[in-house]
């Protein structure tokens, strides 16, 4: 099974700086890679798909890069209200995996 | 929008049947990748499996041998049977959309506790 190993668990930064949360295929999986964004006590929300595309209505801030076993989320301005854990997806094949996420705080 | 809306027991004794029922309201149930994901208690997301409208199903291999995945498109709803439980079932259960295998799961519902304890 490709395993996905996400880094770091968790990150402390300040409003309005560059944040990069990485996730790592151990086989390549093309594209087939998703993020989700999670607030405390609430539902997992998808925030891009396809590695680069913004899911709809999701702040430009936020963009993914990456094809083949690496994989990378940015939030290019960090704002309050993006204190979540983070999760990246793979769902090229059988079994779907998600990564063990990333927990956004501000510093 | 479609919503989705997960039902079922909040509590179950260990060796018994989970059962949890995903209704669509807003939206049919055709032509979608349905999904159940569960998260235990402070930890991450963990995949279950999925299922395909016209039937077909796939599931977690850590899981395989306990877990089954229906659909029922006449009451545009889809379930999951886990059995038997043991404790580290406990969990936030989620279903959740997908609308091709090219895309993330876009729509979630809000999730139900489940416990599993005597």
């Known amino acids: 099974d490709v395993q996905m190993t996400q880094s770091p668990s968790s990150l402390s930064a300040s409003v309005g700086d560059r944040v990069t949360i990485t996730c790592r295929a151990s086989q390549g999986i093309s594209n087939d890679l998703a993020w989700y964004q999670q607030k405390p006590g609430k539902v997992p929300k998808l925030l891009i798909y396809?590695?680069?595309t913004l899911q709809s209505g999701v702040p430009s801030r936020f963009s993914g890069s990456g094809s083949g076993t690496d994989f990378t989320l940015t939030i290019s301005s960090l704002q309050p209200e993006d204190v979540a854990s983070y999760y990246c997806?793979?769902?090229?094949?059988?079994?779907?995996?998600f990564g063990g996420g990333t927990k956004v705080e501000i510093k | 929008q479609v919503q989705l809306q997960e039902s079922g027991p909040g509590l179950v004794k260990p060796s018994e049947t989970l059962s949890l029922t995903c209704t669509p309201s807003g939206g049919s149930i055709g032509s979608y990748y349905w999904t159940w994901i569960r998260q235990p208690p402070g930890m991450g997301l963990e995949w279950i499996g999925y299922?395909?409208?016209?039937?077909?199903?796939n599931y977690n291999s850590s899981l395989k041998n306990r877990v089954n995945i229906s659909i029922d498109t006449s009451k545009n709803q889809f379930s999951l049977k886990l059995s038997p439980v043991i404790a580290t079932d406990t969990a936030v259960y989620y279903c959740?959309?997908?609308?091709?295998?090219?895309?993330?799961?876009?729509?979630w519902g809000q999730g139900t506790s489940v416990t599993v304890s005597s």
């Open positions: 396809a590695a680069s």
């Open positions: 299922i395909y409208h016209i039937g077909s199903a």
């Open positions: 997806e793979k769902y090229n094949g059988d079994p779907l995996t």
């Open positions: 959740a959309r997908r609308r091709d295998f090219w895309s993330g799961l876009d729509v």
